[in-house]
């Protein structure tokens, strides 16, 4: 039976977590959280499922990389220097790290690259999120991965396009950018819409999350899938066939 090691294990995602492990006939190693030591726990687990925080990652990868033990990264709020600890990591064992591991938002993620590519540059995007009150970080790593999406089929960089947290004069919108919008409130699980505003014309793509059982059974799937894959950085596309 795989064993799946949570880390970040009291929080929602983690209840959510050992929920989906126990429903896919998998066996729970443990859980560590804020201030434990994750190397018994990495020890103890075939793969690990990370929903916690951008502190605990760099401790994570280093006893992962020790161990040689697989990991799915669901963690947002990622900043570039860990992107280049999760690249340096995947150099020694297979890491699989998305901003969502649902199978409708990673649809959603192809359609917007799509639309996006076919679209073209008249077509103006705007991408919005909306998610429970305690949430700590924006925009959402969905709008994040979405906002990479369209811009992987504008053929642009996302950085250098991207409008944040507009506030008073801003001027008018720059020609090409990707914008970002973030609500907070209540118990949203997570909704996120892509709009594409053209001429007279505008069309969404987007997705509502009803509950955390859809992230957690697709990090389920997805830490199922890694332990058999080789030492290397991968998302979702694998898992679901996209
Ligand atoms: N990729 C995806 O599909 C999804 C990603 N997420 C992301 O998952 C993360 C967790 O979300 P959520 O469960 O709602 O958050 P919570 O705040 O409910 O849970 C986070 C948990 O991580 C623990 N934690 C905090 N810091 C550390 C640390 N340094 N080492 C180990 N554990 C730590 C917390 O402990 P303590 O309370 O003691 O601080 C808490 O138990 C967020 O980044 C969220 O955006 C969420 C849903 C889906
Ligand atoms: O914090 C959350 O709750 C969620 N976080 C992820 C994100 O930042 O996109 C995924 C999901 O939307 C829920």
Redesign the pocket.
């Known amino acids: 039976m795989t064993k799946i090691g949570i880390?970040?294990?009291?929080?929602?995602?983690?209840?959510?977590l050992a929920e989906a492990v126990m429903q896919a006939g998998c066996e729970l190693s443990g859980g560590?959280?804020?201030?434990?030591d994750?190397r018994p726990l990495i020890a103890k687990s075939d793969v690990l499922v990370d929903?916690?925080?951008?502190?605990?990652l760099e401790?994570?990868l280093d006893a992962c990389v020790t161990a040689g033990k697989p990991i799915v990264i669901?963690?947002?709020?990622l900043e570039e220097r860990h992107h280049w600890l999760i690249d340096d990591a995947a150099a020694d064992i297979a890491v699989l790290q998305?901003?969502?591991?649902?199978l409708g938002?990673n649809m959603l993620s192809f359609l917007v690259e799509e639309a996006a590519r076919r679209l073209g540059p008249d077509w103006d995007i705007e991408i919005a999120e909306s998610h429970?009150r305690?949430?700590?970080?924006a925009p959402?790593?969905?709008a994040l991965l979405l906002g990479a999406a369209a811009a992987k089929g504008r053929n642009i960089d996302l950085a250098s396009h991207s409008e944040r947290g507009r506030d008073g004069i801003t001027g008018a919108r720059a020609e090409g950018a990707i914008g970002f919008a973030s609500l907070r409130g209540g118990s949203i699980a997570?909704d996120h819409s892509v709009l594409f505003a053209g001429e007279g014309e505008t069309m969404t793509l987007a997705h509502h999350a009803q509950d955390?059982s859809i992230?957690a059974n697709?990090?389920v799937k997805a830490a199922i899938w890694l332990l058999h894959q080789d030492k290397g950085r991968y998302d979702m596309k694998g898992v679901l066939g996209l």
């Open positions: 880390i970040g294990s009291k929080g929602r995602m983690g209840a959510a560590a959280d804020k201030g434990d994750v929903f916690s925080a951008p502190a605990a401790a994570t669901g963690t947002t709020g998305t901003g969502n591991t649902s938002v429970h305690h949430k700590v970080d959402s790593g969905t997570g955390r992230f697709g990090a």
